[in-house]
């Protein structure tokens, strides 16, 4: 079912002057973050206080609870802010998204590591227990939608209302980049390069309008980078791998202690797949005027 842009905006009580303060766009970005803290601060206290943090029996069913919660929390606050269907959330089309996504992101990694390997600076040093390919899929399943309902399904979304879609493609990019600022060995460059993928991910919201795609490419691409190959992940190397590998070589080529994510290759691939999927929003007429030039 395709979902056009305007039927995400808030059909929510307007009219007098405090109706219209709560209704503005970012306003109501302020109040979906308050509608799903209990999630964040569920998902906050469950890691920190389990041990092994990322790698239980615990950590696993948990992850599965707190997208719940995501959920149940998110769609709380579009029944009471902006009384409309949670399409954005919607099931429809959850498989074939989710896993089209997922299949795009792999790709990505598998692609920008091959031409790691036959540079002959790819070497696998030793395995983990099977199990840890269980643990990562839903610990970066959970990190990943957290992410992308904060940054695109809230943040960009409702930007995208008030100064539509380019803007918004353009400073969702900017802070996406700034926030992995506090990852210990991030650059400028890393945060730029980090920046530029990005427009993967609001591409892909902005052609379905639901979760599923950008959130199955965002799963796809940490999950076979960090929980599969082992590789730092924007720099961060806490969370379960199935492999323990060894990559060396220039930073260019390989990203260095940032990963992938700041190699060259990388951040082309994702910059084509992009523009790839943006061009598509564009034929089906997704994308979004600023909001002086609706209708």
């Known amino acids: 079912m395709k979902i056009a842009p305007s039927q995400l905006f808030s059909k929510g009580d307007r009219g007098n002057k405090r109706n219209n303060f709560l209704q503005f766009p970012l306003i109501r970005i302020f109040l979906a973050l308050i509608f799903i803290l209990p999630a964040i601060i569920s998902f906050n206290y469950l890691y920190k206080n389990i041990e092994p943090r990322w790698t239980t029996f615990l950590g696993d069913v948990g992850a599965i609870i707190i997208i719940m919660l995501y959920y149940l929390c998110y769609t709380m606050y579009l029944k009471f802010v902006e009384k409309r269907p949670n399409f954005e959330l919607s099931l429809q089309n959850f498989f074939n998204e989710t896993g089209l996504g997922f299949i795009v992101g792999t790709v990505l990694v598998f692609l920008t590591t091959l031409f790691i390997f036959f540079r002959g600076t790819f070497q696998i040093i030793s395995t983990n227990p099977d199990e840890f390919l269980i643990h990562a899929f839903l610990i970066f399943a959970l990190l990943a939608f957290t992410e992308d309902l904060i940054f695109r399904v809230i943040i960009f979304r409702l930007l995208e209302e008030l100064i539509g879609s380019w803007l918004s493609i353009l400073f969702i990019a900017a802070i996406f980049g700034i926030v992995h600022l506090v990852h210990e060995p991030a650059t400028i460059i890393s945060t730029i390069a980090i920046a530029l993928q990005d427009i993967v991910l609001s591409a892909a919201f902005?052609?379905?309008?639901?979760?599923?795609?950008?959130?199955?490419?965002?799963?796809g691409w940490n999950y076979t980078q960090d929980g599969i190959l082992g590789m730092p992940n924007s720099g961060v190397e806490l969370l379960p791998s199935w492999l323990n590998t060894e990559v060396s070589g220039p930073i260019w080529l390989t990203g260095g202690n940032i990963g992938i994510e700041q190699s060259v290759l990388g951040v082309?691939?994702?910059?084509?797949?992009?523009?790839?999927?943006?061009?598509?929003s564009i034929n089906r007429g997704q994308l979004l005027k600023p909001s002086w030039r609706h209708k």
């Open 206 to 219: 902005i052609l379905t309008r639901r979760i599923w795609l950008c959130w199955g490419i965002h799963w």
């Open 268 to 280: 082309l691939l994702n910059i084509i797949a992009g523009f790839i999927i943006i061009k598509i």
